[in-house]
């Protein structure tokens, strides 16, 4: 009997098949162990990543993708570190002892930095929930302390101060060895506002009669203003109608003042030129005499008396002259009339 040869091919082939699946086996539970521990995040503006290796930080990111693959032990904690607002009402004293209720709103963000984020991590967690928690004691220490240093009618006129002690007290420590609120949290305050400040029924009807007798006070000011604005304006009126009346007095004086001394020219030059001529002087004598005797009326004078004085005088005024006679003790003449006889010169 013949012998029978072997059957080869099959079993290699087999063998072949079989190792190729369990490869591709192999390579699926690696791509399967490869997707279930891949770690991806996509961090946004605003937004910071922290990286955690067995809980260990090992990496802060900014916005950006972010891919691990094979991290069965990586952890990635996205941070808020955009702006946030906080809103807080509580019911606080005076230190004039009113008690009101008010409400305001802290506006703040983390710090940025992969340092403070690092240590904010460590101390608080990123967790904005975690954060409010802290930031809210502190506020509600911050209105207690800034009720007491006002007023309640300063807390009302004067916001702007009691915002700015509430920010005072969560940007200063406390006391030596002590830190900030601010640094506590690692956060900086953007701004900090007093929304509203609600007073009882008694205090607010206080607040109305002050407002009223505030502007009673307001009109009477004005009233008076205008008052003394009306006195000022008929003072200088008055001023400067006397100025005026002075400065008129003051030209008649000196237009007087001017014409006499332009009369006193005009006779001291008459009185030279008369007694530089002679013959002139007795021409205006006589002149002056005829135009007295035209008036009709005869005239006893006094030897001693100055013709030219009179008789100009009576030539300008065209007036009877009252003229002492001698042996008469001064005693003034009375001028005759047409009908008396002529005394004898």
């Given at each position: 009997m013949g012998q029978r040869a072997p059957r080869t091919g099959g079993g290699g082939s087999m063998n072949s098949r079989l190792t190729l699946i369990a490869g591709f086996v192999v390579l699926l539970i690696i791509a399967g162990i490869g997707l279930s521990t891949m770690k991806y995040v996509q961090v946004d503006e605003g937004q910071a990543a922290i990286e955690l290796v067995q809980g260990r930080i090992v990496a802060v990111h900014g916005p950006g993708p972010i891919f691990r693959p094979f991290a069965p032990f990586t952890e990635i904690e996205l941070v808020n570190v955009r702006r946030q607002s906080r809103q807080i009402s509580q019911n606080v004293a005076s230190s004039d002892k009113q008690l009101y209720d008010i409400d305001i709103q802290v506006d703040f963000r983390r710090l940025p930095t992969e340092q403070a984020l690092r240590a904010a991590y460590a101390e608080i967690g990123v967790s904005d929930a975690q954060l409010n928690d802290f930031l809210d004691g502190f506020i509600n220490d911050a209105l207690k302390s800034a009720s007491t240093q006002f007023t309640l009618d300063e807390a009302l006129s004067d916001r702007g101060a009691f915002a700015e002690r509430i920010r005072r007290f969560l940007t200063t420590p406390s006391g030596d060895g002590q830190r900030a609120p601010v640094d506590q949290l690692y956060i900086t305050i953007e701004a900090v506002k007093v929304l509203d400040i609600k007073v009882g029924e008694t205090y607010a009807q206080l607040l109305a009669e002050k407002a009223n007798l505030e502007v009673q006070i307001e009109t009477e000011q004005k009233r008076r203003q205008q008052i003394e604005a009306q006195q000022a304006n008929n003072l200088f009126q008055a001023e400067q109608e006397a100025l005026v009346a002075l400065t008129r007095e003051k030209g008649i004086t000196a237009a007087a003042l001017e014409a006499a001394n332009r009369?006193?020219?005009?006779?001291?030059?008459?009185?030279?030129?008369?007694?530089?001529?002679?013959?002139?002087?007795?021409?205006?004598?006589?002149?002056?005499?005829?135009?007295?005797?035209?008036?009709?009326?005869?005239?006893?004078?006094?030897?001693?008396?100055?013709?030219?004085?009179?008789?100009?005088?009576?030539?300008?005024?065209?007036?009877?002259?009252?003229?002492?006679?001698?042996?008469?003790?001064?005693?003034?003449?009375?001028?005759?009339?047409?009908?008396?006889?002529?005394?004898?010169?």
């Open positions: 009369e006193a020219q005009v006779r001291a030059i008459e009185g030279r030129y008369w007694r530089e001529n002679p013959e002139l002087f007795e021409l205006r004598k006589r002149e002056l005499l005829v135009q007295m005797l035209s008036q009709g009326n005869i005239w006893f004078v006094d030897p001693n008396t100055n013709l030219t004085i009179l008789l100009n005088n009576q030539a300008l005024d065209g007036q009877a002259l009252v003229i002492p006679q001698p042996g008469t003790n001064n005693q003034p003449a009375t001028p005759a009339t047409p009908s008396q006889t002529p005394a004898t010169p």
